[in-house]
């Protein structure tokens, strides 16, 4: 097959999000979201496999900040699985590679879906740690535990981003997985809390006066009917009082009331607290993946 490697323009963002879709079902990826991306995020490169003109692979590099010294770079490499087998994927990943390299990158981290284990360790990736994702009925989800007292259950729409991006900070680095990520201010508020497939409305998070203790982050698809718990976390001063399980209810719940019908969220499965929240909510794993790593 001939096909051809280049980079990505906004005008890609309906092909590549059709191989997200076909790739990577659970997953919120709408077409106006990859073009948002493709237009404000300066730290990524963005690659596609194109063939007769349709975009058949997708491949991603999150570059490091410059300053940082033999950084791990996450990358993704996908290809629609009727492509699959042909050359694409592993010209893409050639492509990430070398442009990785060059960004002074040590290590590349990838995410291996059940399907693509094989071709993570042919080209000499080591698999990691194993992920999770699962799918919750909306109809089902129970309802939230009460408020503790002094504290108070709103909205993204009622706190300032900077009360998020902060709880973020603080989270973060505490994935077991390592694929969460706390950016500079400027590029979270920009990539992130402007996304357009983020609903503020259905993001929840729990307030001590002006302190966010607990967060739910949701993305959405309204013509699938879909969202997408794209982070939850509990700062770690406020652990082990159910907060999680409080926003996530929380925000499940809203979704429901909005007209959704089905809920994805992904999970290191070592993660056994977040996995005992999300069973409570009636999530049911629906599929696995890896992290795999690479040295250069």
């Known amino acids: 097959m001939v096909f051809e490697i280049r980079t990505a323009v906004p005008e890609d963002a309906v092909g590549i999000a059709a191989v997200w879709a076909a790739a990577m079902p659970h997953l919120v990826m709408t077409a106006r979201g990859v073009e948002a991306g493709l237009r404000n995020n300066p730290n990524r490169v963005v690659l596609v496999a194109v063939t007769d003109s349709e975009i058949v692979g997708y491949g991603n590099i999150y570059l490091p900040a410059p300053d940082a010294v033999a950084p791990r770079v996450r990358i993704t490499v996908q290809v629609l699985p ?54 919750a009925e909306l109809s089902a989800v129970p309802a939230a535990p009460p408020v503790p007292d002094g504290l108070q259950v709103v909205d ?24 969460s990520s706390a950016p500079p201010y400027d590029e979270w508020f920009a990539v992130e809390w402007n996304h357009p497939e983020l609903r503020r409305d259905l993001s929840i998070a729990v307030l001590e006066d002006d302190e966010v203790l607990a967060f739910s982050t949701t993305t959405a698809d309204p013509a699938r009917k879909v969202t997408w718990s794209a982070l939850t976390g509990t700062i770690p001063a406020a652990r082990g009082r159910g907060l999680a399980k409080l926003v996530k209810a929380v925000a499940l719940g809203r979704a429901r009331d909005a007209g959704l019908a089905r809920a994805y969220t992904g999970n290191d499965a070592g993660n056994k607290p977040m996995l005992a929240v999300n069973e409570w909510l009636g999530y049911r794993v629906a599929g696995s993946a890896w992290t795999a790593e690479k040295e250069l």
């Open 82 to 135: 009727s492509h699959r087998g042909q050359g694409i994927g592993s010209a893409l990943l050639e492509h990430i590679t070398t442009q990785s390299a060059e960004a002074g990158a040590a290590r590349l981290l990838v995410v291996a879906s059940d399907d693509s284990r094989s071709f993570a360790t042919k080209h000499g990736f080591t698999i990691g740690r194993e992920l999770s994702h699962s799918q």
């Open 156 to 179: 993204y729409n009622a706190v300032q981003p900077g009360q998020i991006w902060q709880a973020t900070v603080a989270v973060a680095h505490g994935d077991p997985s390592g694929l």
